[in-house]
């Protein structure tokens, strides 16, 4: 026992598990472990039971994780104050769009303005209305190209002007046929005849000289003295709509009352001038509904009084006829007081 009380040398190599009593108990199996071996358990008396070794347990199932899929519907997580702010972002992203397109059509617009005075001869344009044919000794005294020189925000109320002077026109050539009717019926129509031809070789080209050129210039430079020219001549335009309307006899319109004696006369030839009144009536009120839309156009466009003064100022004074006329005139005048003075 000494050899296990006393420390061992440090050269001794020797294992104190080696001893032949440990190793002969750990062989032994027919000896329980103290984890199976209760001292004090009276109900069972005598030696304890052999050990059995207890088979090892399986390992548990290895889980498979759960697989994690992506949800197939947009699922809003954010508030709705958040939604509204992000549909109100949208919104004025889409205004921007469209006015930045709006932007887009009207530089183009300008560039077809600007090729369109290249190809014209020196700094002006070619003159294109009336469309005359090349064999046509007369050439065209206007330029006119809606889509060129009219903003886009006006370009609808120039053309429904432009259309409305073409529905006169037809209307006028319309009157001298109801007119050629009646008188083939009744010859003692005939000064209204003549008056039918004077009223359709008269009101076609100085209505658009009158009125449509001046509105038509009136949108394409924001021209207040064109403006007012408009608004003037266009008035009385309408006041003689409504007297061609009312058909006054021997004025040379075929209306409601020269419609009716027609009727009289010959069915055929009173539902020709009835219908000629129906289109009288119908210019009549497209006239006074334009009139009111320029006005209403007039005012947004920022044009005044004042400013046709002054435009109508500088147009005069800058016209080379009119001021060759008041120095021709200033040098009488001083020509005649110095003569009076000798």
């Known amino acids: 026992m000494s050899k296990y009380t006393s420390f061992p040398e440090p050269g001794d190599d020797h294992n104190p598990f080696q001893d032949p009593s440990v190793t002969q108990h750990s062989s032994n199996t027919d000896y329980p472990t103290l984890d199976l071996y209760n001292p004090f358990d009276t109900r069972a008396p005598g030696p304890p039971p052999p050990y059995e070794a207890t088979p090892p347990s399986a390992p548990p199932p290895a889980q498979t994780p759960p697989i994690r899929t992506t949800p197939t519907e947009p699922r809003n997580y954010g508030s709705y104050g958040t939604q509204s702010a992000v549909n109100a972002t949208t919104a004025d992203l889409l205004r921007k769009q469209e006015e930045l397109e709006r932007k887009a059509r009207e530089l183009e617009r300008r560039e077809r303005e600007l090729d369109s005075h290249a190809r014209g001869t020196g700094s002006s344009r070619q003159n294109n209305w009336p469309p005359l044919p090349s064999f046509c000794p007369v050439g065209p005294c206007f330029y006119q190209d809606i889509n060129v020189e009219i903003n886009q925000r006006f370009q609808r109320t120039v053309t429904i002007m432009y259309y409305f002077w073409m529905f006169s026109a037809g209307t006028l050539i319309f009157n001298l046929i109801s007119c050629l009717a009646l008188f083939c019926v009744d010859v003692q129509n005939g000064v209204g005849l003549g008056l039918a031809i004077l009223w359709l070789v008269l ?37 003689l709509y409504v007297l061609m309307t009312i058909g006054i006899p021997g004025w040379g319109f075929s209306g409601w009352i020269v419609g009716l004696y027609a009727l009289k006369k010959k069915v ?11 289109l009288f009536t119908a210019q009549a009120a497209m006239g006074v509904v334009m009139l009111k839309k320029v006005h209403s156009l007039y005012r947004q466009t920022g044009a005044s009084f004042q400013k046709a003064q002054a435009e109508f100022a500088t147009e005069v004074f800058s016209n080379q006829a009119v001021r060759q006329a008041a120095a021709n005139a200033t040098a009488s005048a001083a020509q005649g007081a110095f003569t009076g003075a000798r």
């Open 203 to 239: 009101f076609t080209p100085c209505s658009f000289v009158c009125w449509y050129r001046p509105v038509y210039k009136a949108f394409r430079s924001d021209s207040s003295f064109n403006f007012f020219a408009f608004f003037f001549i266009f008035f009385a335009q309408v006041i």
């Open 268 to 278: 055929a030839v009173g539902v020709i001038m009835l219908l000629n009144a129906v």
